[in-house]
């Protein structure tokens, strides 16, 4: 098992990637606390269009995979590029064009969790 610092510079390298790419409305959910949970974190953002959600997820793909060598144990929804799932087991990230975001509205399911809202390109 990983130790928790491998997590957090997981998750910063992350939102890095997304910030780079300018995602929106970046957040990280902490589901350590729920029982029987599909993961540690989610990482949830949007992107404007397909292009740029194509492009989210593959920068945070690369940018993990050369700073801590480490490929995502799967990749779903590359197709169509409108809600792409990244599992790296602990950690899963959700690129969303904003509309199914706004429809799906996950973080709603979790709401009784710990959230972090990062900041969007612009406002760094």
Known sequence: MANSSKFNSLIDIIVQSIQDVKGNNISLLDLRK???R????????????????????????????????EKPWGIEGIENS????IDYVNVIVHIFKKEKRDFYDIESLWGDVKKIEYSNYDEK
């Open 38 to 69: 599909v993961s540690d974190y989610f990482v949830i953002c949007d992107g404007n269009s397909n292009i740029q959600v194509n492009a989210i997820s593959s920068s945070v793909t690369k940018k993990v995979s050369k700073n801590l060598k």
């Open 82 to 85: 409108e809600w792409v799932l």
């Open 34 to 36: 729920i029982d029987n």
